[in-house]
């Protein structure tokens, strides 16, 4: 028993502290947090669910009895049903940091190091990430959240750093907040990999932290405001944006999807707004405060597929 203690108490350190990766083209799949897969538990183990397309360490449940994820969901959302909550705790004696990342996690009791599946292509060069959030800092804990783009040497045999945007903050934030984080590039290189990570608590990979501490997190992008030759347009399907110009509200007329995301890229190419239609053909954006200019609109539907429109919002 002790001897089984220590594998899974250690392989649950590995999924806290292990970064692995997924890539969706540009944008990654499922960035908005609506899609989830419920792991049923039993009379031992606690159910728990996971965020389609992502992981977290909450995968260490299906062999922890009792215990409560870290990583869940909730209806606290930004815009849309839900987000994800990553919350600090306890698990096993060890401080436990509520987690999210792009990759999977297949379990090996055998050979824990090798649950971790770690670097899958993405070769964009986004010039930022961008992400809704809100933060409960405990006795000056903080938050992180990071993007790390990177291309494997063949030469060395490592992986070397192409790009990284990384954002620690101990102070709490009550409302959800759009944080938009530049990306540095220390290489004229393009990536092989990216690895979006985020955590309730900055050095809970050491174990470090304070229990209560909560992330929650909504609505991610990352930016690149695609090109409108290599994008489908919105004519190329009949649908249109009016009144164009805008200023307090335009409607999508003929949409590619019932349920998708629309996100404003100003003419810098950073994120303004995203929101998210539900159930219609014909959504209704708002667009108060925002900035009058021009404007690259693109759209995401619930498949994935993207279209791009530009719009002209005035006084």
Same mark, same amino acid.
């Given at each position: 028993?002790?001897?089984?203690?220590s594998?899974?108490?250690?392989?649950?350190?590995?999924?806290?502290?292990?970064?692995s990766?997924?890539?969706f083209?540009?944008?990654?799949a499922?960035?908005?947090?609506?899609?989830w897969?419920?792991?049923?538990?039993?009379i031992?183990?606690?159910?728990y669910?996971e965020?389609n397309?992502?992981a977290?360490?909450?995968?260490?449940?299906?062999?922890?009895?009792?215990?409560?994820?870290?990583?869940s969901?909730?209806t606290?959302?930004?815009?849309g049903?839900y987000?994800v909550?990553?919350?600090t705790?306890?698990? =096993?004696?060890q401080?436990a940091? $509520?987690?999210? !990342?792009? @990759?999977?996690?297949k379990l090996? #009791? +055998?050979?824990?190091?090798?649950?971790?599946?770690?670097?899958?292509?993405?070769?964009?060069r986004?010039t930022?990430?961008?992400?809704y959030?809100k933060?409960?800092?405990?006795?000056?804990?903080?938050?992180?959240?990071?993007?790390?783009?990177?291309?494997y040497?063949?030469?060395?045999?490592?992986?070397?750093t192409?790009?990284?945007?990384s954002?620690?903050s101990?102070t709490?934030?009550?409302?959800y907040?759009?944080?938009?984080m530049p990306?540095?590039?220390t290489?004229t290189?393009?990536?092989d990999?990216i690895?979006?990570? =985020?955590s309730s608590?900055?050095? $809970?990979?050491n !174990?470090? @932290?304070?229990v209560?501490?909560? #992330? +929650?997190?909504d609505?991610?992008s990352?930016?690149?405001?695609?090109s409108l030759s290599t994008t489908?347009?919105l004519?190329?399907?009949?649908?249109?944006?009016?009144?164009?110009?805008?200023?307090?509200r335009?409607?999508l007329s003929?949409?590619?999807?019932?349920?998708?995301?629309?996100?404003?890229y100003?003419?810098?190419g950073?994120l303004?707004?995203?929101q998210?239609w539900?159930?219609?053909?014909?959504?209704e954006f708002?667009?108060?405060?925002?900035p009058?200019?021009?404007?690259?609109?693109?759209?995401?539907?619930s498949?994935e597929?993207v279209?791009a429109?530009?719009?002209?919002i005035?006084?």
């Open positions: 028993m002790g001897e089984k203690y594998t899974m108490k250690k392989l649950y350190i590995l999924l806290l502290c292990g970064i990766t997924h890539s083209g540009q944008q990654l499922n960035s908005d947090f609506e899609n897969t419920n792991h049923p538990g039993n031992v183990y606690t159910s669910k965020v397309n992502w977290s360490g909450n995968a260490a449940l299906d062999v922890a009895p009792g215990v409560k994820a870290p990583t969901q909730t606290d959302a930004q815009n049903t987000a909550k990553l919350t705790q306890t698990i =096993f004696g401080l940091s $509520g987690n999210l !990342f792009t @990759g999977k996690f090996n #009791l +055998t050979d824990p190091i090798k649950s971790a599946q770690i670097g899958t292509p993405y070769s964009s986004p930022a990430f961008n992400v959030y933060y409960a800092s405990v006795k000056g804990d903080s938050c992180s959240m990071y993007a790390l783009l990177t291309k040497n063949t030469s060395t045999h490592k992986r070397d192409i790009g990284l945007g954002f620690v101990s709490s934030v009550n409302t907040t759009l944080l938009n990306i540095t590039y290489s290189e393009d990536p990999s690895s979006m990570v =985020f608590s900055a050095d $809970g990979g !174990f470090r @932290g304070q209560g501490s909560t #992330l +929650t997190i609505n991610f990352l930016d690149g405001v695609p489908a347009s004519a190329s399907i009949s649908a249109v944006l009016y009144p164009n110009p805008a200023q307090s335009v409607v003929n949409a590619p999807s019932e349920s998708g995301t629309v996100y404003f100003n003419v810098s950073s303004v707004r995203s998210k539900i159930g219609t053909r014909t959504p708002e667009l108060e405060n925002m009058v200019g021009f404007y690259t609109c693109k759209f995401i539907t498949d597929t279209f429109s530009k719009l002209l005035t006084e």
